[in-house]
């Protein structure tokens, strides 16, 4: 009885958080107690959440409260060491819920060490001795403590089950065997086991396989983000070098160049660690798996690992590709160059341009007689429209403008591309790009050229020029001319309109984001006989 009572006092003086009797003891708000450095450190920890807890009831306090030494039970701690409370037990030898208690023990139970196959009970350290004293007991299979002793037994007949049936894929035992099973391809736990331990042993192979993998492309998308990175920065750096020439009028074009560097490289950079971050939770959980099945491998119970192994052994399939490639890097090399261009030419931009410029990026373009309006004539190798009273003899074709008189290219234009339109004539005409997507039967402003956010049009006249984008209209100043230069650089978003005479001369310019391909095309008015030819550059 006096022991017990050392046993309750030690309880009552022990430290949850270290686990070992109280020093320099401390009562906090809830009436627990501890050590006064181990709540002071847990204490400390939470000083930046702005709130204190209780580890054992979880109450909270705000402030941190001040510890006060609790006299009593620190003289109730003396005292209890004085009358012996060495000889008490460890606390750590009972079992706690998540441990294997020992099936034996009658009162507070102990620890499991031991779980005989045999008996099919679990062990303390006390009651397993008769195992390595008896010698009938001696024969007896021991593992280490098991929770699942009672998957071993079957259900229906209550008798150990030593036997797999590969027809049902299940364990059974032997009046199983006898009753239901009979026929059936059967063989030992233990045969089976050896079976799908070789299965395992692959599914490590592969797995180890896949991680090999997924660590070299871990390391090429990490090479892949220095690279974007170290481009974007020299690029940033060039180009910062190059606006310094530039005249105060360019100064806010270099803070958009660099604006959309670093945009770019943040999408980029994005993209490819998200991928990183994808690949190294899939490392992670094929890491996880692994030592799940290492685990498994080493079961001594035949019939557990049978047991687990299903759940276990299945691979789900890789989310992501085994091998990455890596693109070339062109994210920003075009960039510089881009600047340099911009500074050299800024002058001509903004008033007369050498033709000689745009002629290295010409491109002779062809009309789609598929896509004309039945009221113009395609001619000179379908370079060229003319407006007629008399409806053309074309087929029926879905890409066909009905009702205006439109026409487009038959190239797609991407990249940097100049072209030159010649238009004869009393009628007006526009000079457009648009997206393939734009409508067309109908006489909607979705099928006409610039009344629209699908296509861009200069509106030419004797009376001079009009810039359609969108349904809105702006009146362009500039040179009357039959000739108008278009300009297009399609991946900086740049669109303009020049007339063409002895000298070019800027009369609009379009600064946008262009986020399909862009065909070029053609605007007639009514007018009987006017024309427009794309015309040959040189």
């Known amino acids: ?162 036997i797999f049936c590969r027809t049902d894929q299940q364990s059974i035992c032997y009046r199983c065997f006898i009753d239901e099973h009979n026929g059936h391809e059967t063989v030992t736990a233990a045969a089976e086991r050896a079976e799908k331990q070789k299965e395992l042993e692959v599914s490590r192979q592969q797995i180890q396989q896949r991680i090999q993998d997924g660590e070299k492309n871990v390391k090429l998308l990490q090479q892949e983000v220095e690279a974007i990175s170290g481009s974007a920065d020299k690029a940033v750096e060039d180009s910062m070098k190059i606006f310094t020439d530039l005249i105060r009028l360019i100064q806010k074009r270099s803070s958009d160049v660099k604006q959309q560097i670093r945009s770019q490289q943040e999408t980029e950079v994005s993209r490819v660690k998200e991928l990183q971050e994808k690949l190294e939770q899939e490392i992670t959980e094929l890491k996880r798996k692994d030592g799940e099945l290492e685990q498994l491998s080493h079961t001594e119970d035949h019939i557990q690992f049978l047991h687990n192994y299903p759940s276990l052994s299945a691979l789900s399939e890789s989310t992501h590709s085994s091998s990455i490639n890596i693109p070339p890097l062109r994210c920003f090399e075009d960039v510089t160059a881009a600047v340099s261009e911009l500074r050299d030419k800024l002058q001509g931009v903004l008033t007369n341009v050498s033709r000689a410029d745009f002629l290295k990026y010409s491109r002779e373009i062809t009309l789609d007689p598929n896509t004309a309006n039945t009221h113009l004539f395609l001619s000179e190798g379908n370079r060229k429209a003319t407006v007629m009273e008399e409806e053309q003899a074309y087929s029926g074709h879905p890409d066909r403008f009905t009702d205006f008189r439109q026409v487009l290219s038959t190239e797609t234009l991407t990249g940097r591309c100049y072209w030159e339109v010649e238009w004869r004539g009393g009628g007006g005409i526009c000079v457009a790009v648009t997206y393939k997507s734009i409508e067309r039967p109908g006489r909607s402003k979705k099928c006409s050229f610039g009344t629209n956010d699908k296509s861009w049009a200069l509106y030419c006249d004797t009376n001079g020029y009009r810039f359609w984008n969108n349904k809105n209209n702006t009146p362009v100043s500039g040179p009357s001319s039959s000739r108008v230069g278009v300009y297009l650089d399609h991946s900086a978003g740049v669109l303009s309109f020049y007339s063409v005479a002895e000298t070019m001369n800027l009369l609009h310019r379009v600064q946008t984001t262009f986020t399909q391909p862009l065909y070029a095309g053609l605007w007639f008015s009514n007018s009987d006989g006017t024309s427009a030819a794309f015309i040959k550059v040189r």
């Open 1 to 162: 009885m006096a022991q017990k009572g050392v046993e309750l006092d030690k309880e009552t003086i022990s430290c949850s958080i270290c686990l070992d009797r109280l020093k320099d003891p401390v009562t906090i708000p809830c009436g627990h107690n501890y050590c006064r450095n181990c709540i002071t450190t847990h204490w400390n920890k939470e000083d930046q959440k702005g709130i204190h807890s209780c580890p054992q009831c979880r109450k909270t306090f705000i402030p941190r409260p001040v510890l006060e030494k609790n006299t009593m039970l620190d003289s109730l701690v003396e005292q209890l060491e004085r009358i012996g409370l060495q000889a008490a037990p460890a606390d750590h030898c009972y079992a706690e819920p998540e441990d294997v208690a020992c099936d034996v023990c009658a009162a507070r139970k102990l620890k499991a060490t031991k779980s005989c196959l045999v008996c099919l009970v679990s062990y303390c350290e006390k009651h397993l001795q008769p195992h390595y004293d008896v010698a009938q007991f001696k024969k007896h299979k021991l593992v280490e403590p098991s929770k699942n002793l009672q998957q071993l037994i079957c259900s229906r007949h209550d008798e150990v089950m030593k």
